[in-house]
């Protein structure tokens, strides 16, 4: 039998937390609000953003870019195209106020990917949309993002649902590795050899998933020990340093 | 059987014309349902307003909507993948497998057919699996699969070539027909007079 890792989405407790989050902040649908993922990176948080938007229905992205840090205009003429206005004007007012009909229309989920990259003054006009349209806005960043939406006290007002992703731990590394690779541990310390090798980053976890099925392929198993998981780990570890 | 209410009709005639977020016009519509007058059209418009407020509909500019489908429905996997691709900007097969739960033979049929149309190029490899760059970004509507259109057009073309030369050949025929009778009634009318032979 040979292993092999197969794209699968799995839906580990980070993901759950996500999911409930959107349902609740659906249930307070009317009012402008936010909702704000934070997580340190590798934790999945923009992954488990896209699988969400790509198969709900009324959901836009956008990813922010350090360059449009000086220019507000180009921030909402991402928003703009992403929302599907073909020729967004050029003046900053008329602009928002498309924006705010297309939202007030169909009062789409707007997620807004990192953030904390523009300047705070940014996130007022975030709240200026969501306020004006009741269209939600969730925010997904790093460590410091709800820092920053602290200071802006009208912003965490508004922010009525957030969740940390957390690092992956050993539950989720067994539910991942069991469906995408159909490997079994045969004991706990397999397991939390993976987890402490990876410092719970769904990256890590991959790359010695990757490695730890080349291991048991060539031993001719799906059974993973303590020692074919370190075999593994250092195996991934050396070729990341070359 | 039961018989489709006016809405499901409507639906599904919606859906025929503009199932991939195509945009219908409104006269097309009433067209295709054989709504001529604008007293028969009527109940097409109380039908459009009441799929428009339950977002089933959105009517993008004056006499033309898209059909969104039914609200609470997913969207479609083409549009999951086109999303996937929107937001990652660089794709492998597998993502659009991992996240828009594509098969893989469809992954690879629609990055195929972004990139016939210029909206993706493939880049190189992650790994075993060739990558695939978003170059053309056409919006949030998934591009649509005009192949049976374009064989539709095909056949409508070559239907009226067919046509054209049946007609040239027809108007040849009649031509010589003409032609045959005029030298028919020539021969008839040519006039039997005796000839001299030279004999007394």
Same mark, same amino acid.
């Not at chain 2, 059987?1 to 499901?8: D, L, S, V």
């Given at each position: 039998m040979t292993l092999s890792i197969k794209p699968i989405f799995v839906k580990t407790a980070n993901v759950r937390n996500f999911e409930a989050m959107m349902e609740a902040l659906a249930s307070s649908a009317g009012e402008g609000r936010f909702g704000l993922v934070w997580g340190r990176a590798g934790r999945g948080k923009t992954r488990t953003a896209h699988y969400h938007i790509a198969n709900t229905r009324g959901c836009h992205y956008v990813l922010a870019l350090k360059i449009w840090r000086h220019s507000q205009s180009e921030f909402l003429k991402a928003i703009a195209r992403e929302l599907g206005i073909a020729e967004p004007p050029h003046r900053?007012?008329?602009?928002?106020a498309e924006i705010a009909e297309r939202l007030v229309k169909a009062k789409p989920t707007l997620f807004i990917d990192e953030p904390e990259k523009l300047p705070i003054a940014f996130l007022e006009i975030m709240r200026d949309l969501t306020e004006a349209t009741g269209a939600p806005i969730v925010l997904i960043g790093e460590e410091e993002l709800p820092a920053m939406?602290?200071?802006e006290r009208r912003v965490w007002s508004r922010t009525y649902q957030q969740i940390q992703f957390k690092p992956f731990g050993v539950a989720d590394i067994v539910q991942y590795v069991t469906a995408a690779a159909a490997v079994r541990f045969t004991c706990p310390a397999a397991v939390e050899a993976m987890q402490k090798s990876s410092e719970g980053d769904i990256r890590i976890v991959r790359r010695d998933l990757i490695n730890l099925v080349r291991v048991l392929n060539a031993k001719g198993t799906a059974e993973a020990d303590e020692k074919t998981v370190a075999a593994a780990v250092r195996q991934a570890l050396s070729e990341a340093d070359e | 059987? +039961? +018989?489709?209410?006016? !809405?499901?009709t409507v639906r599904s005639k919606l859906k025929e014309l503009g199932g991939d977020g195509r945009q219908v016009k409104i006269s097309v519509l009433a067209e295709a349902l054989d709504m001529i007058s604008n007293k028969d059209k009527r109940p097409l418009y109380r039908c459009l307003s009441d799929l428009r407020d339950a977002g089933e509909v959105e009517r993008v500019s004056p006499g033309v909507v898209v059909y969104r489908g039914k609200a609470g429905a997913g969207p479609d996997i083409r549009s999951a993948m086109w999303s996937v691709i929107r937001m990652r900007k660089m794709v492998t097969v597998a993502d659009l497998v991992e996240l828009a739960n594509a098969s893989e033979s469809y992954a690879k049929e629609f990055l195929a057919l972004l990139v016939r149309r210029g909206c993706v190029e493939r880049i190189g490899r992650i790994g075993q699996s060739p990558t695939y760059r978003l170059i053309n970004?056409?919006?949030p509507q998934a591009p649509a699969d005009t192949a049976k259109a374009d064989r539709l057009h095909h056949i +409508?073309? !070559?239907k009226k070539k067919a046509i054209a030369q049946l007609d040239e050949a027809g108007q040849a025929l009649i031509a010589a027909t003409h032609a045959i009778v005029r030298a028919r009634m020539a021969v008839v009318d040519i006039q039997e007079t005796e000839v001299d032979d030279g004999e007394i």
């Open positions: 900053v007012g008329p602009l928002f939406m602290r200071k | 059987m +039961r +018989r489709p209410n006016f !809405a499901e970004d056409l919006g +409508r073309e !070559a």
